[in-house]
Nanobody
Framework: QVQLVESGGGLVQAGGSLRLSCAAS????????MGWFRQAPGQERDFVAA????????LYADSVKGRFTISRDNGENTLFLQMNSLEPEDTAVYYC?????????????????WGQGTQVTVSS
């Protein structure tokens, strides 16, 4: 089974930046797609961004488009989320996930493996 570990979360003021990392281990992930989701207390887990592992095709939620950038280090099986111009509405636990689909998807039903999450808090 694939293991995913997120890191890089923390407290930042509005307008600031954070870079999240997701390290994958346990199985080869080449050819899969990976994504980021986020969940605020009492809320559903919402899609943030996803990408194909080899083709570099990306998909972003409208709420983060232009501010967040998803990328990967294929050799290290590591996924990144660069978050700029952060807003208080971005406050949530951010989760990394892996999908067997090659094309990035926005529905969480397409993802088979999940990390434990990392907290991102944006103060106003």
């Amino acid at each position: 089974q694939v293991q995913l570990v997120e890191s890089g979360g923390g407290l930042v003021q509005a307008g600031g930046s954070l870079r999240l990392s997701c390290a994958a281990s346990g199985r080869a992930l080449s050819g899969y797609s990976m994504g980021w989701f986020r969940q605020a207390p009492g809320q559903e887990r919402d899609f943030v961004a996803a990408m194909s592992w080899f083709a570099s095709r990306t998909l972003y939620a409208d709420s983060v488009k232009g501010r967040f950038t998803i990328s990967r280090d294929n050799g290290e099986n590591t996924l990144f989320l660069q978050m700029n111009s952060l807003e208080p509405e971005d406050t949530a636990v951010y989760y990394c996930a892996v999908s067997r689909a090659i094309i990035p998807r926005s529905s969480r039903d397409n993802y088979d493996y999940w990390g434990q999450g990392t907290q991102v808090t944006v103060s106003s």
